[in-house]
C-alpha cells in the first residue's frame, strides 16, 4: 500500500532544465509545488569545487553525473525485424541525473532553430516539390512559428547570460553574426567568448571560401560578471577547459544550479525532493484526467503524490516511458503508423575532422564548452538544396573545448594503437588538432520509434523503453554533403594531415555522438498528428503537460537546449494566464 | 592531404616492424632497437614462481584485488603496451597497476552503474557490449585463461616470454583471435587498453600517472582553473606547471 502525500496543486517530474524552470516561473503565483527528482541532491559548492571538478576519471570515465544503468537503461535494435538488447553500458548519448540534470553537465552551446526549422515540411514541399521528400520520412510541421517563440529564446538567453553577438537584429543583417538566423529582437547580453588559435585559423579559411564565420552562440560567461534579470550572478569564464561531462566550478556555465533553481527555492510554496524515482502517472478510471504520480523514494518506498496538474519535465526517454506505462495516449504502431505516443523519435547526425598542424601549439585544453568558430551556410535551408536530393543541414564549428588527454585525445591515422609508437604520437601530436564538426539534423521516419521492450525491466520492476533507430538516406547523404563541406575548409588551413572521424552505419549505441534525443510525445496542430498541443498540453489529458526535446517533430542541426527551454518557458506563460484561472484545453 | 611529419613515420616504421615479427619472421635481435632498448629488463629470464613486482608501491595496503601472478601478467602486459623510453614514462611506472587494481576493487569493477540484468545475448555490434561478466571477474577470468593458454602452449608464463613473443599474442588479443574461457580477447583488451590510458593520462588522485610525468610528457596542465591566457596563443606553447588533484 503506497504512502500518500498531502494533495498539491503542481508536481513536477524532473529537476532538469526544464523542471526547474517550470518551478521558477510557477512558484510566484504561490500554488503548492513539488519536485521530484530521482537523482541526488547536488550544489556548485562542495559537488563541484576546484580542483576536484576537474577529475577526468571520474566525472568522465566513471560518468557520476550521468544516469546510473543498473537502475534503469533503455532497450535498443536497429529495425523492428531485431531483437532489441539493453544499453548496458553509457556510448551514443548520455542522460542525466541528479538536481539540474543533463543540464548541469552540458556545453552550453545556445542556439536558436531557424524559422524554417519549425515548418519544415510545408516550406521545403513549397520550395522543392511535394516528391523531393523521401516518403520514408515522417517530418511535420511544429504548428508554430520561430515568431511566436522569438520572445522566449530572448528570456531564456539572458535569464543564461548568453555571450554571442547578433546576426539579425530585427531583421537587419549584422556583420561578425550569423547571418542566417531568424530576427531577434536586441543582441545577445553578453559580449562573444574569446577564440583560440584554432578556431580562429578555421575563421580565417572559412572566410577566404566565401563563408559567413561567427562565434557560437555559449552560455559559458564571458565578461567578468552578470547578474540576471533575477538577480542571480553568474561568473566570470576562466577557460579551465572542463565543460561537457562536468559541472562548472565557477558559477560560468549557465546550469539549472545557478539561474533558475535558487529563485524557485525561495518560495516556501516550492518543495524539492530528491531521490524520487517516479514510476507512473495515476489518471481517472476513465483515463480523461491525472491524478498524481506515483514515486518510490530513497527507502524504496512507494509513494502517491497527488496533484491537480502534472508536468512531466524529464529526459526525452523518461518522458515517453512515463507515458507509455501510465496508458496515457496511444502508443505508435510503425506498421500502421497509427498512435503518436513514441513516435518520431529523432538524434542528431554528426561527423568530426581533425585538422594536424606539425609544430604548431593549438593550447586546445584551454577551452570552453561553447568556444567555437561557426559556419552556418548549410544548416537548415540556408542554401539550394535542389541540386543535391535531400533536405535540412547542418552548423559546421571549430572548437576546442578542454583537450582533456583520456577522451579528447585524437592522433593521426596511422598512429599505431599501443606500444612506443603510440607514445611517440602522443607525445608528437597531442595538442596539435582541434575539432571541426559538422553538427547535422536528423529527420524523423517512419520505423524509428520508441515503446515499451517486452523483456527487460528496471529496477523497479517496470518495463524499460525500447528504442528503434536507425540514420534515413536523407539522414546519410546530407552528412557526406556536409564533410565535403568541411574537408574543403579543413584543406584551404594548410594542415599536416587531416582525419575524418564518422559514427558507425548502421548507427551504433556505442560511440558518443551527442546527447540529443528527441521526439516521442511530439507537439504540433492538432491530436491526429501530434501527442500534445503547442503548449506541450497532452491532447489525452489535458491536466498533463509533457516538456523537454521529446516535443520536436523531428531534429534540426542544432544543440537542443534553448529551443526547449523556450517552449517550456512560452508554456509557462500560457499556464499562467490562461490554463490557471480555466482548467481545460488551451487550444 | 599532406605527409604527416617525421616523427609519425618513426612511429610507422614500428609498426611495419611489428607486423614483420607477426608475420612469423619473430627475431628479438629486430626489435632490439625499437622498444625493449630502454625498457628496464622484464622478468622474462626468471622462471621461478611470481616475482617481485616493478614500479611504484601500491601503498601500505597492498593489492586490493590483484592477485600476484595477475600482478606479475599485468606488468608484463603494461610493459609492452607503454613501455619505458626517452619518449616519456612507462605505463608500469607510472603507476598503471596500482590504477587498475584501485578500479576493480572499486565500484567500476563491480560494474555497479552498468545494466547488468538477463537476458543475456549476443547482439548485432550496433547494440554495444553485452557480456555477463563485471570487469573484476572478467580481468580474473581472462589473465588465466591467457596464463594457461601460454603454459599450454609455450611451457612459459606470459611474464615468461620474448618481448615479440609477447607484442604477437597483444595483437591477437587485441584482434579478437582468442577466447578467454568465454571472454572474447578482443573486449578484455579493449577493457584493458582503456583502463592502462585512464591510469596513465588520469589524476595521480587513482593511483597512476605519477608525478604527473605523462601529463608533462605531453603538456597538460591537469587541474589548473585559470587558462584564459593560454587562449590567445598564436600557435606556441604556453609555459604552465601541471596541478594535480592528487598527490
Known amino acids: 500500500m503506497a504512502r500518500v502525500m498531502p494533495d498539491v496543486d503542481v508536481v513536477i517530474v524532473g529537476m532538469g532544465w526544464t523542471g526547474a524552470i517550470m518551478a521558477r516561473e510557477l512558484a510566484d503565483t504561490g500554488l503548492r509545488i513539488v519536485g521530484l527528482e530521482r537523482g541526488a541532491y547536488r550544489d556548485t559548492i562542495p559537488d563541484f569545487s576546484a580542483p576536484n571538478a576537474f577529475d577526468e576519471i571520474r566525472w568522465n570515465s566513471r560518468g557520476e553525473m550521468f544516469q546510473d544503468l543498473s537502475r534503469e537503461t533503455v532497450t535498443f535494435r536497429n529495425n523492428p525485424s531485431q531483437t532489441a538488447l539493453p544499453m548496458r553500458r553509457l556510448g551514443a548519448f548520455l542522460p542525466g541525473e541528479g538536481l539540474g540534470g543533463a543540464g548541469l553537465h552540458w556545453n552550453g552551446q545556445h542556439w536558436r532553430f531557424l524559422p524554417t526549422d519549425f515548418v519544415l515540411r510545408s516550406h521545403n514541399e513549397q520550395r522543392y516539390g511535394r516528391n523531393f521528400i523521401d516518403p520514408d520520412l515522417t517530418i511535420q510541421d511544429w504548428g508554430l512559428t520561430y515568431d511566436e517563440l522569438e520572445p522566449f529564446y530572448d528570456k531564456f538567453e539572458y535569464v543564461c547570460g548568453t555571450s554571442g553577438k547578433a546576426g539579425n537584429l530585427k531583421g537587419r543583417i549584422q556583420a561578425g553574426g550569423n547571418p542566417f538566423e531568424g530576427p531577434r529582437q536586441r543582441d545577445y547580453p553578453t559580449p562573444a567568448l574569446k577564440q583560440g588559435y584554432g578556431p580562429r585559423l578555421f575563421a580565417e579559411a572559412a572566410e577566404k571560401l566565401g563563408h559567413r564565420p561567427f562565434p557560437q552562440p555559449a552560455s559559458n560567461m564571458s565578461q567578468a560578471s552578470y547578474t540576471n534579470p533575477d538577480g542571480v550572478q553568474l561568473g566570470p569564464c576562466t577557460y579551465c577547459g572542463f565543460c561537457e561531462r562536468y559541472g562548472c566550478y565557477n558559477w560560468s556555465k549557465a546550469s539549472p544550479l545557478n539561474t533558475v533553481l535558487p529563485v524557485a527555492l525561495k518560495n516556501s510554496n516550492f518543495e524539492l525532493r530528491c531521490e524520487s524515482h517516479v514510476t507512473r502517472v495515476e489518471l481517472t478510471p476513465d483515463k480523461k484526467m491525472a491524478r498524481g504520480v506515483t514515486y518510490i523514494d530513497i527507502a524504496g518506498r512507494e509513494t502517491f503524490q497527488p496533484a491537480d496538474l502534472v508536468l512531466l519535465c524529464a529526459f526525452q526517454l523518461h518522458n515517453v516511458r512515463l507515458l507509455l506505462v501510465s496508458g496515457i495516449g496511444t502508443p505508435y504502431d510503425p506498421g500502421t503508423g497509427r498512435g503518436q505516443i513514441g513516435r518520431n523519435f529523432a538524434y542528431q547526425t554528426v561527423a568530426n575532422a581533425y585538422p594536424f598542424f606539425a609544430g604548431k601549439r593549438m593550447n586546445a585544453y584551454a577551452g570552453a564548452g561553447a568556444m567555437g568558430m561557426t559556419v552556418d551556410d548549410y544548416n537548415g535551408d540556408n542554401f539550394d538544396h535542389g541540386p543535391h536530393g535531400f533536405i535540412a543541414g547542418g552548423y559546421i564549428l571549430a572548437t576546442t573545448t578542454g583537450e582533456r588527454p583520456i577522451q579528447q585525445t585524437t592522433l593521426p591515422t596511422g598512429t599505431p594503437s599501443w606500444g612506443p609508437g603510440w607514445k611517440q604520437s602522443l607525445r608528437d601530436w597531442y595538442d596539435r588538432s582541434f575539432t571541426i564538426q559538422a553538427h547535422g539534423a536528423n529527420m524523423a521516419r517512419r520505423q524509428n520509434h520508441v515503446d515499451l521492450d517486452p523483456t527487460y525491466r528496471d529496477a523497479f520492476g517496470m518495463p524499460l523503453a525500447r528504442l528503434t533507430f536507425d540514420f534515413a538516406g536523407n539522414d546519410l547523404k546530407m552528412r557526406s554533403f556536409l564533410v565535403a563541406r568541411v574537408n574543403e575548409i579543413a584543406r584551404a588551413m594548410n594542415p599536416s594531415s587531416i582525419k575524418v572521424s564518422l559514427p558507425p552505419v548502421p548507427f551504433s549505441i556505442v560511440p558518443y555522438q551527442t546527447t540529443h534525443i528527441t521526439g516521442g510525445a511530439i507537439m504540433g496542430a492538432s491530436p491526429g498528428d501530434s501527442a500534445v498541443n503547442t503548449y506541450l498540453q497532452s491532447w489525452d489529458v489535458p491536466n498533463l503537460f509533457v516538456h523537454g526535446a521529446s516535443a520536436f517533430p523531428q531534429n534540426a542541426g542544432y544543440n537542443p537546449t534553448n529551443t526547449l527551454a523556450a517552449l517550456s518557458y512560452r508554456s509557462a506563460e500560457a499556464l499562467k494566464s490562461r490554463y490557471l484561472p480555466h482548467p481545460g484545453q488551451l487550444l | ?247
Open chain 2, 1 to 247: 592531404m599532406s605527409e604527416p611529419i617525421d616523427e609519425l613515420k618513426g612511429a610507422e616504421t614500428i609498426t611495419s616492424r611489428r607486423k614483420f615479427l607477426l608475420a612469423g619472421a619473430a627475431s628479438a635481435l629486430a626489435l632490439e632497437g625499437a622498444a625493449a632498448q630502454t625498457a628496464p629488463a622484464p622478468q622474462q629470464d626468471k622462471p621461478s614462481g611470481p616475482s617481485v613486482q616493478r614500479g611504484p608501491s601500491p601503498g601500505p595496503q597492498g593489492y586490493r584485488f590483484l592477485n600476484n601472478a595477475e600482478v606479475e601478467t599485468l606488468t608484463a602486459i603494461v610493459d609492452r603496451l607503454i613501455p619505458a623510453d626517452d619518449v616519456g614514462p612507462g605505463g608500469v611506472e607510472a603507476g598503471v597497476l596500482v590504477f587498475i587494481d584501485r578500479e576493480l576493487s572499486g565500484q567500476f569493477g563491480s560494474a555497479a552503474r552498468w545494466y547488468m540484468s538477463g537476458p543475456w545475448a549476443q547482439g548485432t555490434p550496433s547494440q554495444g557490449w553485452q557480456l555477463a561478466l563485471t570487469p573484476r571477474q572478467m580481468y580474473r577470468t581472462s589473465l588465466l585463461a591467457l596464463e594457461r593458454l601460454c603454459i599450454g602452449e609455450e611451457g612459459k608464463r606470459f611474464a615468461q616470454l620474448s618481448a615479440a613473443q609477447q607484442d604477437g599474442l597483444l595483437h591477437q588479443l587485441e584482434d579478437g583471435k582468442m577466447d578467454l574461457d568465454g571472454v572474447s580477447s578482443a573486449d578484455f583488451f579493449q577493457t584493458l587498453w582503456q583502463n592502462v590510458v585512464e591510469g596513465y593520462l588520469g589524476d595521480p588522485l587513482y593511483g597512476g600517472n605519477r608525478n604527473m610525468e605523462a601529463w608533462r610528457m605531453i603538456h597538460f596542465p591537469g587541474a589548473n582553473p585559470v587558462l584564459t591566457a593560454a587562449v590567445d596563443l598564436n600557435g606556441t606553447l604556453f609555459q604552465i606547471e601541471p596541478v594535480a588533484i592528487g598527490k
